[in-house]
Each structure stands twice: as structure tokens, then as C-alpha cells.
């Protein structure tokens, strides 16, 4: 079965913090996406990798880095937390770019 | 801009009854995709339609796309209280990520 798991369910940090949100498929899928959902606003994309060590930038990279070492796994950065961050966080994968995404379980970031 | 907008923002129904969610966009599209989020979690897909395709139907989920007025509906027929979730729409435009709307909130009373 699917599965994309994400590293935390709950997280809370503080201001000036370096957050890691860590991002995991196990199917072996080329593409993987970082999203953050924010309440009568959808989801937006934040970056999204189409193969190890590539990433392109989607709508609102300010503020994000991403990792992507290995093809199972891709990993959000926050260099500095702000509480403009705070949000739902969701991780996905396709093996077609614009195909079925299948998603993790969120993050729920608070930044205080 | 969001190219997906879901219409109505929220939707309330009985139990047995049907449920229609509409959704319009404004560029071409490859295809269109509807999705699901329960309270709090990640979204499941639902159904893909494409952009040479009608009508396309999954168990209780029926899915229209019209091209030339850039819209799909989302129809759930003898919903159940279970169907309680958010659902949203997300557009390909012939490029390499999806956009999704803001989401439909469909309340289901048993």
C-alpha cells in the first residue's frame, strides 16, 4: 500500500529557530512536493523535486530551503522560524509530475 | 492566483441525500483532480478526469468536466455521515504540479 509518512505531527518551535520537517515515501515515486495549508487559502507549494539533488521553487519559496539527498526522502527546511510560519504543513508524491499525489498525515507547525 | 475555486465554500445535507461541488478555473488544463482532507489530515485522491474525458464515475462519485466554461462538478450521491470532510480541486496546466482551490466543507448530518 501507498504510503508517504512525515516526521512529526505536532511541532512547536520558537522564533530565530532552524526547523527540519522530514518527508518519507516508500514508493518509489520520482516527484515530491511541500505544501502549506492555511485556512480559506488552500493548499500553496512551497518547493517540489522531480529527481535526487533537484528542486524547483513553486509559489511561495521565501523563507524555505529543501534537501532532497535520497529519492525516498525530502526534507523541508525553515533557516529562521517566524510566526508568519505557523501552518499546516503536507508532503506528497507522484510518479507524474501533474498525476496522482498521494500525501502524508501534515504537520501542524507552531511558531511561537 | 488560485486557478481552482471551489463553489459553495461550505455545503450542509442530510444523511441520503446528494451532494454537488463545483469547481471553475481559468487557464487550459490537462487534467482535473478531486481530493479529500478529513479533519486535520492529509488529502486522499478521489478521481482524475482529463481534459478529453465527459464524465467519469467511482462508486458514489460522479465527476463532470466542462472545457468550454472551464468548470467540474463533484456529485456524491446518498451520502453518509462518513463523507464529512473538506474537498478540493486541483488543476494541471500542462505542467509539472497541480493547483489546488481552497476547498469545499461538506457537512454530512446523520
Known amino acids: 500500500d501507498v504510503k508517504v509518512t512525515q516526521s512529526s505531527r505536532y511541532l512547536v518551535k520558537r522564533t530565530g529557530e532552524k526547523v527540519f520537517l522530514e518527508c518519507v515515501q516508500d514508493m518509489d515515486h520520482e516527484n515530491m512536493f511541500w505544501y502549506r495549508q492555511d485556512p480559506g487559502l488552500g493548499l500553496r507549494l512551497i518547493y517540489f523535486?522531480?529527481?535526487?539533488?533537484?528542486?524547483e521553487k513553486g509559489d511561495i519559496p521565501e523563507g524555505y530551503s529543501v534537501s532532497r539527498e535520497k529519492k525516498e526522502r525530502f526534507s523541508l527546511i525553515l533557516e529562521s522560524a517566524s510566526t508568519n510560519q505557523t501552518s499546516m504543513y503536507l508532503c506528497a508524491s507522484s510518479s507524474i509530475r501533474a498525476d496522482t499525489q498521494y500525501f502524508g498525515p501534515g504537520t501542524r507547525l507552531t511558531v511561537l | 492566483s488560485q486557478q481552482g475555486e471551489e463553489d459553495p465554500q461550505a455545503l450542509s445535507i442530510q444523511e441520503g441525500e446528494n451532494a454537488t461541488m463545483n469547481c471553475s478555473y481559468k487557464?487550459?488544463?490537462?487534467?482535473l483532480q478531486w481530493y479529500r482532507q478529513n479533519s486535520g489530515r492529509g488529502l486522499v485522491h478521489l478521481i482524475l478526469i482529463r481534459s478529453n474525458e465527459r464524465e467519469k464515475h467511482s462508486g458514489r462519485l460522479r465527476v463532470t468536466l466542462d472545457t468550454s466554461k472551464k468548470s467540474s462538478s463533484l456529485l456524491i450521491t446518498a451520502s453518509r455521515a462518513a463523507d464529512t470532510a473538506s474537498y478540493f480541486c486541483a488543476t494541471d496546466q500542462y505542467g509539472n504540479k497541480l493547483v489546488f482551490g481552497a476547498g469545499t466543507i461538506l457537512r454530512v448530518k446523520s
Open positions: 523535486s522531480y529527481d535526487v539533488k533537484m528542486k
Open positions: 487557464t487550459s488544463i490537462n487534467n
